[in-house]
């Protein structure tokens, strides 16, 4: 059963605008919170984390939401460049444990 | 910067034969993980590793076997190939718990005809 879900499969946006990705997931002990860009015939790249003791991280242009509450977390990209066009994963680890588990992906396209 | 490379970036190979792709990192990391990325399904964890001659079972480990003798190095062995296990591989590495990122190598596209 799929404990880390992205409903979105793809996701276009005009440059200059926001990108939003959602992600949710189903297990409460998750702590750790990652995004993951991948462009076609790369491994993915790490893009930012959060853990659970915070609702929000930036890092540029990025910015990571979590709502544990409602077991919800999303990344914002802001502005959006053609370069942001990837498979964007979230990946998510509980602190006493080694496995992490992955999203099905959403691929986003910034429109020129 | 962490790398972690695997052996091959293109594989074909034969329906039967025995296939080995091969993972290397060279940041002293405790954990390496093999995973296989299909369209529409994420990546799927098939075995990872905490320590050497240590392995987990992932999500999807029918088919499959792991070795690692060193450290640096993680091996995926597909004991029988079979069409249905043509897919991209990915090899990563992390820090020992669960507050590290994973960093990835570039993938082995693996076809078995």
């Known amino acids: 059963d799929q404990q880390v879900k992205q409903n979105s499969p793809s996701l276009s946006v005009q440059e200059g605008r926001i990108s939003i990705l959602n992600c949710d997931y189903t297990?409460?002990?998750?702590?750790?919170f990652l995004w993951y860009k991948k462009y076609p015939a790369e491994g993915p790249t790490f893009l930012i984390s959060?853990?659970?003791?915070?609702d929000k991280n930036e890092d540029g242009r990025f910015t990571v939401f979590l709502n544990k509450s409602a077991k919800h977390l999303s990344l914002h990209i802001v502005p959006s460049q053609p370069g942001d066009s990837a498979v964007y994963f979230c990946?998510?680890?509980?602190?006493?444990?080694?496995?992490?588990?992955f999203g099905t992906g959403t691929s986003l396209t910034v429109i020129p | 910067d962490v790398k972690v490379t695997q052996s091959s970036r293109y594989l074909v190979k034969r329906t039967g034969e025995k296939v080995f792709l091969e993972c290397v990192q060279d940041?002293?990391?405790?954990?390496m993980f093999w995973y296989r990325q299909d369209p529409g399904l994420g990546l799927r964890l098939i075995y990872f590793?905490?320590?050497?001659?240590?392995?987990e079972k992932g999500d999807i480990p029918e088919g499959y076997s792991v070795s690692r003798e060193k450290k640096e190095r993680f091996s995926l062995i597909l004991e029988s190939a079979s069409t249905n296990q043509t897919s991209m591989y990915l090899c990563?590495?992390?820090?020992?718990?669960?507050?590290?990122?994973?960093?990835f190598g570039p993938g082995t596209r693996l076809t078995v005809t």
């Open positions: 297990n409460s002990m998750f702590d750790y």
């Open positions: 940041m002293d990391h405790e954990n």
């Open positions: 990563a590495s992390s820090g020992a718990g669960g507050a590290y990122e994973q960093y």
């Open positions: 959060i853990s659970s003791i915070k």
């Open positions: 990946a998510a680890n509980g602190n006493t444990g080694n496995q992490f588990y």
């Open positions: 590793s905490y320590d050497v001659k240590m392995k």
